[in-house]
């Protein structure tokens, strides 16, 4: 018996950690072996409700358990906000490539993140923090809309103080209280620690927000090709049939979610 | 071992109403023609015991409605189905050589990639594909513009040529072996002259055919992924989608287009999974939460159903996927024909180099 493609194995929310206003990490255990790599995402299924894409914000080495931040944009994430503990969800995946780790070995890692962006790249994280002496150092540069939309609070100090590690945080607006940085995230983009020639920089957030990184990258002297970039589309089967997520010749979900600039950059509107 | 047999008429109509013993069996029939329009055709479930209706060219429908559903069940989650459904064992008649060719799209899409659809495969498994020549066309039919034939050469099991009383059966696959062997008493093994004959048919409708494309000045099958490319930023899409009502019937009456979504749905306990077909005309197609939309226009929806069949498929699978049966021109309530799209990308292209 082939298996169905299109059947969610069973999970349940175990935990639920309010991270802003508008974001909260789901902590899911499936009932069924699950794992993932990290960069990967899976279809989320609120039972008799609907489905939606996320790449799982936990350590991809932890088997037991994933957690997936979630921001609360639409019909589904709205239900899932809602959602109390011990909730049954599905879990479909995981689909797409995810993050070719062994092309980031040896380098210089320039990770960028905005908003709720940070969420696929603290799996990374971990991931690269696992081995950190595979890679030469690790720099973490993240913005926020204001202090109060910084995800993963308690966890970013500790990153800092990881060897081969550096972050820098940055909001666009900031508010009384708040002595860091004050500036879209691309003014934290220079003087940067990294040899250019031996660099990669990985970047998740929102659209307009890859748009300027990625332009700010290629000024900087990044390579096409060492631009790793998370590409945002409309995801429905996950499996390259359903045909939403086409990006050029590509489908985002079985071909990406993650491309290097290199790949799509002749593709037009790829922000739109 | 015969690859090519005869069958009398009057024995061909045994044969098949004796399938229905054993399949659902499908065959064509005919529609009313309003005076002074074509004839169209379309597939029943055969009931009675009616003479086949051999169609001269293709039906309404596109084959992949045999095989994905406007909208059905895909799953049950999380208690599995007290019983699976059962595929149950099907053979089509009257599909033409531009369904044949639309089909394997379909199949690209359900039977390879990531994973296979195990429905789809077991739906195809159990389906037998007797197709037909083509003896006359639509004037919406182009299909020599994208090297398809009127007859086919691949893809069915049994494929059927109209000769003098009855009809010349070529077989096409296991499957098509297998029938002849069961009803082995309807079939005699066809004889050099009247495979000369068929031979002889099939040129001649070529030529009628590639007469009456002639005039249309058709834009060649090697050009088309250029003119997606080159012709992105041109007004031509604007201009054609100007009459676009975001209907969906291009897609969906389309042979190749396939395109789906996903939807939970909850019965008592049991929660399901439908799929149903979806069509990138729609203003919603590639809406992500939170509402950005790359597709926010009329203007870049049209061009991605082009640019998906003429540049995407050309990419991805080495053929574009489009086989010239023009059922979405005919579908088309604001009259946007296919064919004119690409021959005024064309046309622009040429001037503008």
């Known amino acids: 018996?082939?298996?169905?493609?299109?059947?969610?194995?069973?999970?349940?929310?175990?935990?639920?950690?309010?991270?802003?206003?508008?974001?909260?990490?789901?902590?899911?255990?499936?009932?069924?072996?699950?794992?993932?790599?990290?960069?990967?995402?899976?279809?989320?299924?609120?039972?008799?409700?609907?489905?939606?894409?996320?790449?799982?914000?936990?350590?991809?080495?932890?088997?037991e358990k994933i957690d997936v931040t979630i921001m609360n944009v639409g019909k589904v994430t709205q239900r899932v906000h809602n959602a109390a503990k011990n909730t049954a969800v599905g879990i479909r995946g995981p689909y797409g490539k995810g993050y070719p780790l062994e092309q980031f070995a040896g380098r210089d890692i320039l990770i960028v993140g905005g908003g709720v962006g940070l969420a696929p790249l603290r799996s990374l994280l971990f991931s690269l923090f696992a081995d950190i002496d595979k890679y030469n150092k690790v720099v973490l540069c993240y913005g926020a809309?204001?202090?109060?939309?910084?995800?993963?609070?308690?966890?970013?100090?500790?990153?800092?103080?990881?060897?081969?590690?550096?972050?820098?945080?940055?909001?666009?607006?900031?508010?009384?209280?708040?002595?860091?940085?004050?500036?879209?995230?691309?003014?934290?983009?220079?003087?940067?620690?990294?040899?250019?020639?031996?660099?990669?920089?990985?970047?998740?957030?929102?659209?307009?927000?890859?748009?300027?990184?990625?332009?700010?990258?290629?000024?900087?002297?990044?390579?096409?090709?060492?631009?790793?970039?998370?590409?945002?589309?409309?995801?429905?089967?996950?499996?390259?049939?359903?045909?939403?997520?086409?990006?050029?010749?590509?489908?985002?979900?079985?071909?990406?979610?993650?491309?290097?600039?290199?790949?799509?950059?002749?593709?037009?509107?790829?922000?739109e | 071992m015969h690859n090519v047999y005869y069958s009398q008429s009057h024995k061909l109509n045994e044969f098949v109403s004796r399938l229905k013993a054993d399949?659902?069996?499908?065959?064509?029939?005919?529609?009313?023609?309003?005076?002074?329009?074509?004839?169209?055709?379309?597939?029943?479930?055969?009931?009675?015991?009616?003479?086949?209706?051999?169609?001269?060219?293709?039906?309404?429908?596109?084959?992949?409605?045999?095989?994905?559903?406007?909208?059905?069940?895909?799953?049950?989650?999380?208690?599995?189905?007290?019983?699976?459904?059962?595929?149950?064992?099907?053979?089509?008649?009257?599909?033409?050589?531009?369904?044949?060719?639309?089909h394997k799209i379909q199949d690209f899409v359900f039977l390879e990639g990531v994973e296979v659809d195990a429905a789809y495969s077991l739906r195809r498994e159990n389906t037998i594909f007797i197709s037909g020549d083509c003896n006359d066309f639509k004037s919406v039919c182009h299909c020599l513009a994208w090297d398809v034939l009127p007859y086919p050469f691949e893809g069915f099991d049994l494929n059927l040529s109209p000769l003098n009383e009855g009809y010349l059966v070529e077989v096409g696959s296991e499957k098509g072996r297998d029938l002849i062997e069961r009803y082995k008493e309807y079939f005699t093994p066809a004889k050099d002259a009247q495979i000369s004959a068929r031979k002889q048919k099939r040129e001649n409708l070529v030529n009628r055919l590639k007469k009456h494309l002639l005039p249309q000045n058709l834009v060649a099958k090697d050009s088309v992924q250029k003119l997606m490319?080159?012709?992105?930023?041109?007004?031509?899409?604007?201009?054609?989608?100007?009459?676009?009502v975001e209907c969906g019937g291009c897609n969906f009456i389309c042979d190749t287009c396939h395109c789906f979504l996903l939807a939970d749905e909850k019965e008592g306990q049991q929660n399901s999974k439908l799929r149903a077909w979806d069509s990138c005309q729609y203003v919603n197609y590639a809406r992500v939460?939170?509402?950005?939309?790359?597709?926010?226009?009329?203007?870049?929806?049209?061009?991605?159903?082009?640019?998906?069949?003429?540049?995407?498929?050309?990419?991805?699978?080495?053929?574009?996927?489009?086989?010239?049966?023009?059922?979405?021109?005919?579908?088309?309530?604001?009259?946007?024909?296919?064919?004119?799209?690409?021959?005024?990308?064309?046309?622009?292209?040429?001037?503008?180099a």
């Open chain 1, 1 to 63: 018996m082939m298996k169905n493609i299109y059947s969610p194995i069973e999970a349940a929310i175990e935990d639920i950690i309010t991270e802003t206003q508008n974001i909260k990490t789901f902590v899911i255990r499936p009932k069924e072996e699950f794992s993932f790599r990290t960069g990967q995402f899976i279809e989320l299924t609120l039972p008799g409700i609907g489905e939606a894409p996320f790449t799982p914000s936990s350590d991809p080495n932890v088997k």
């Open chain 2, 289 to 352: 939460a939170g509402g950005a939309n790359p597709l926010k226009i009329r203007t870049q929806r049209l061009r991605f159903r082009f640019t998906k069949k003429f540049d995407f498929f050309v990419d991805n699978l080495g053929i574009p996927a489009c086989c010239g049966c023009g059922r979405c021109i005919e579908a088309c309530p604001g009259k946007i024909d296919l064919r004119e799209v690409l021959k005024d990308l064309a046309k622009k292209i040429e001037i503008k």
């Open chain 1, 145 to 271: 809309r204001t202090p109060g939309d910084i995800i993963y609070k308690e966890a970013i100090p500790q990153w800092s103080k990881i060897r081969k590690v550096e972050v820098r945080i940055t909001v666009d607006v900031g508010e009384p209280g708040w002595n860091g940085h004050v500036g879209l995230v691309t003014t934290i983009l220079k003087d940067l620690p990294v040899d250019l020639k031996n660099a990669k920089a990985i970047v998740c957030g929102p659209p307009i927000m890859m748009k300027f990184v990625n332009l700010k990258l290629l000024d900087l002297g990044f390579a096409p090709a060492d631009i790793y970039l998370s590409m945002e589309k409309n995801m429905s089967c996950g499996l390259g049939k359903c045909g939403h997520c086409r990006l050029g010749r590509y489908y985002t979900c079985k071909d990406g979610p993650v491309f290097t600039y290199e790949q799509i950059k002749d593709i037009p509107e790829i922000w």
């Open chain 2, 229 to 244: 490319r080159q012709g992105y930023h041109l007004d031509t899409w604007q201009q054609f989608m100007l009459t676009c």
């Open chain 2, 23 to 102: 399949f659902r069996v499908f065959v064509p029939a005919v529609k009313l023609a309003e005076s002074g329009k074509e004839a169209e055709y379309t597939y029943i479930r055969l009931a009675d015991d009616a003479p086949l209706v051999f169609n001269p060219y293709r039906v309404i429908e596109p084959l992949k409605a045999f095989f994905t559903q406007f909208a059905e069940k895909v799953a049950g989650y999380f208690r599995p189905d007290a019983a699976p459904k059962q595929e149950e064992k099907t053979v089509i008649f009257g599909i033409k050589n531009c369904d044949l060719y639309g």
